[in-house]
Nanobody
Framework: QVQLVESGGGLVQAGGSLRLSCAASGRTFDVYAMGWFRQAPGKEREFVSATSWSGLHTVYADSVKGRFTISEDNAKGTLNLQMNSLKPEDTAVYYC???????????????????WGQGTQVTVSS
């Protein structure tokens, strides 16, 4: 069993930066594929970024490529998402997710993830 808790969301102006963190309890990251998704009001939850259980392989949605960076800190047990050059369209609730144990990843589909955090709000003003 894995419990995920996101933090780091907030209000930022367009062009600014935020760093999201996801703290995991229960197991270490090296046995799970991890990812970030987001959901804007009235829209479906969409894929943002993911990393393999090794942390060596990452993938990004086209909409965030070059602006967002996913990383793991195994010593701290956190998954991070550095978000730069933020745009108003990045406004959403951001969710951290983990796969079932032993899945290598990276994974891009919601259905492939088993564990989810409660989400953290990111609001980008124009």
């Amino acid at each position: 069993q894995v419990q995920l808790v996101e933090s780091g969301g907030g209000l930022v102006q367009a062009g600014g930066s935020l760093r999201l963190s996801c703290a995991a309890s229960g197991r270490t990251f090296d046995v799970y594929a991890m990812g970030w998704f987001r959901q804007a009001p009235g829209k479906e939850r969409e894929f943002v970024s993911a990393t393999s259980w090794s942390g060596l392989h990452t993938v990004y949605a086209d909409s965030v490529k070059g602006r967002f960076t996913i990383s793991e800190d195994n010593a701290k047990g956190t998954l991070n998402l550095q978000m730069n050059s933020l745009k108003p369209e990045d406004t959403a609730v951001y969710y951290c997710a983990a796969s079932a144990v032993g899945v290598a990843g990276p994974l891009t589909r919601r259905s492939e993830y088993v564990y989810w955090g409660q989400g953290t709000q990111v609001t980008v003003s124009s």
